[in-house]
């Protein structure tokens, strides 16, 4: 079975503040892919990153950085400096390659309230 | 460019009518998703398309569910004889290609309120 959990279910930070976003997942396949979406109160929800299961390097993207840990299967998202603009919904996928659907399992999501 | 489009943004409906809700992908994405986001059961898939292939319909939850894509384009969702519990925020996406590593466009999605 394939599961995200995000057990945060909400965190609210003052501006700049800097803040970390959990999520753990679990799956038997060996190839697959985790994702980052944010859902802004307009409520699409963004692409922030991809990362596959054979890359463990941490990525950083400005103000953002994810860190990939297959020992723990965790791919934890922090923001840097937190601003008002950060405030949304934040969800963590998992894509399994394993053939025909490439349905996005997603975990419940963070809602992120960032105080001025 | 034109992201993925969803109409109506809101709908209201009294249980037991049928209701449709339409996608539009970003023109040339080959792969598209239906998904339904609501309080107790989050973000989960419906229904996949790929280009010709037989569509994936594992997630649909009930046969009251149903959707098409014609033309390998425009996507509708129907459901049929509508429940309190289908109210939610049905969401669409596309992607291009087969790559399970394509990222999804998603749209603004559909607020379904089942009265």
């Known amino acids: 079975a394939q599961k995200v959990t995000q057990a945060q279910t909400e965190i609210s930070v003052v501006e700049k503040e800097d803040v970390t976003l959990d999520c753990v997942y679990e799956?038997?396949?060996?190839?697959?892919?985790l994702f980052w979406y944010k859902q802004p109160p307009s409520g699409e929800l963004v692409f922030l990153i991809r990362?596959?299961?054979?890359?463990?390097q941490n990525e950083i993207s400005g103000r953002y950085s994810w860190n990939f840990q297959k020992s723990t299967s965790s791919f934890n998202f922090t923001i840097t400096a937190s601003q008002v603009v950060d405030s949304a919904v934040y969800f963590c996928?998992?894509?399994?390659?394993?053939?025909?659907?490439?349905?996005?399992?997603f975990g419940t999501g963070t809602l992120l309230a960032v105080q001025p | 460019g034109a992201g993925v489009s969803q109409s109506p943004s809101n709908k209201v409906t009294e249980k037991g009518k049928d209701v449709e809700l339409r996608c539009d992908p970003i023109?040339?994405?080959?792969?598209l998703y239906w998904y339904r986001q609501s309080l107790g059961q989050g973000l989960e898939f419906l229904i996949y398309?790929?280009?010709?292939?037989?569509?994936?319909k594992s997630g649909l939850p009930s046969d009251r569910f149903s959707a098409e894509r014609t033309g390998g384009s425009v996507s509708t969702l129907t459901i049929q004889r509508t429940q309190q519990e289908d109210s939610a925020v049905y969401l669409c996406?596309?992607?291009?290609?087969?790559?399970?590593?394509?990222?999804?466009?998603f749209g603004p999605g559909t607020r379904l309120t089942v009265l």
């Open positions: 023109s040339g994405h080959t792969a």
């Open positions: 996406a596309s992607s291009s290609g087969l790559a399970v590593y394509n990222e999804q466009f």
């Open positions: 990362r596959n299961s054979f890359d463990e």
């Open positions: 799956t038997r396949d060996t190839t697959y892919y």
């Open positions: 996928a998992l894509v399994a390659y394993r053939g025909a659907t490439n349905k996005l399992i």
């Open positions: 398309f790929q280009g010709n292939s037989a569509p994936d």
